[in-house]
């Protein structure tokens, strides 16, 4: 079996394949200090309640955008599950993307492995929308290659800064409210969060698809792809296994 994992700033989701399938997905939040011993006490336990162990993990592939969780990832997979883990990003793991940027090396490694998967997967130029830590906008055109991308800040990071900013403003869940115009304090704030970032999310599509100037498919995948799919028709597809379906595939090319 294969072992994924995807570090990001918020979670680090590993993901088993098998047979060219996800058969179990995990997550723990991203600490800076955690090490390979500590990795391993976890999964070691939820391998345990799959009736599997270690030695059924014959190789695994790396992507983070945390660079401080690279080593003990990178420990214990040698350490173990006895094999040295592919990591994207290094000059040894060919992805077969283009990236057409001045500097390639600025693109995070999950950004580029959602572009492998969804040219893989779904094929023509695309807007892949990442809700994640950060909201990305990564635009990659027919052949697959990296076109370039836009960052905004993550819903969840900004409900968070607003709860912390405004002493008298709660923090509030993420959901679509009844209405627009707010009759309380929390359902103005969501109005302001779901509206406003579907309002960026239809705007900025509408822009890249402008500045293309190009039909483009335009793919979900993150948390809360969704909630903002369910209520926009401009989202056309959704994939919430995106990033570990990418991973797989950058693998079993590498072995070829």
């Not at 294969?2 to 918020?10: E, F, R």
């Not at 592919?86 to 490694?109: I, Q, R, T």
């Not at 055109?141 to 990071?157: F, Q």
């Not at 698809?209 to 926009?232: C, D, H, I, Q, Y």
Request: hydrophobic share 45%.
């Amino acid at each position: 079996m294969l072992l994924a994992i995807d570090a990001g700033n918020t979670n680090i989701v590993f993901a088993l394949h098998d047979e060219d399938k996800i058969i179990h997905k995990w997550r723990i939040s991203s600490a800076d200090s955690r090490t390979a011993d500590e990795y391993m006490v976890w999964l070691s336990q939820l391998l345990n309640f799959e009736n599997l162990d270690a030695s059924d993990i014959t190789g695994a592939i790396i992507a983070t955008v945390v660079p401080q969780t690279l080593f003990p990832l990178q420990l214990l997979c040698r350490r173990y599950f006895n094999c040295t883990a592919l990591v994207v990003g290094e000059d040894d793991v060919n992805l077969n993307v283009n990236v057409k940027l001045p500097n390639p090396a600025e693109v995070g490694a999950d950004r580029l492995v959602n572009a492998v998967a969804a040219h893989k997967r779904y094929g023509g130029a695309m807007v892949i929308i990442d809700f994640g830590t950060a909201t990305t906008f990564d635009v990659i055109d027919e052949d697959g290659d990296y076109y370039g991308g836009v960052i905004a800040p993550g819903v969840n990071l900004s409900v968070e800064a607003l709860s912390m900013a405004a002493a008298k403003l709660p923090r509030v869940a993420v959901e679509k409210p009844a209405k627009v115009i707010g009759d309380s304090t929390i359902s103005a704030i969501q109005s302001g969060i779901f509206y406003g970032y579907l309002s960026m999310i239809e705007g900025m599509v509408e822009r890249i698809r402008a500045e293309f100037n190009g039909p483009m498919k335009v793919l979900a995948t993150g948390g809360l792809a969704t909630l903002f799919n369910e209520a926009s028709d401009v989202i056309e597809l959704v994939d919430q296994e995106l990033t570990t379906y990418g991973l797989f595939e950058i693998y079993w090319a590498n072995q070829k």
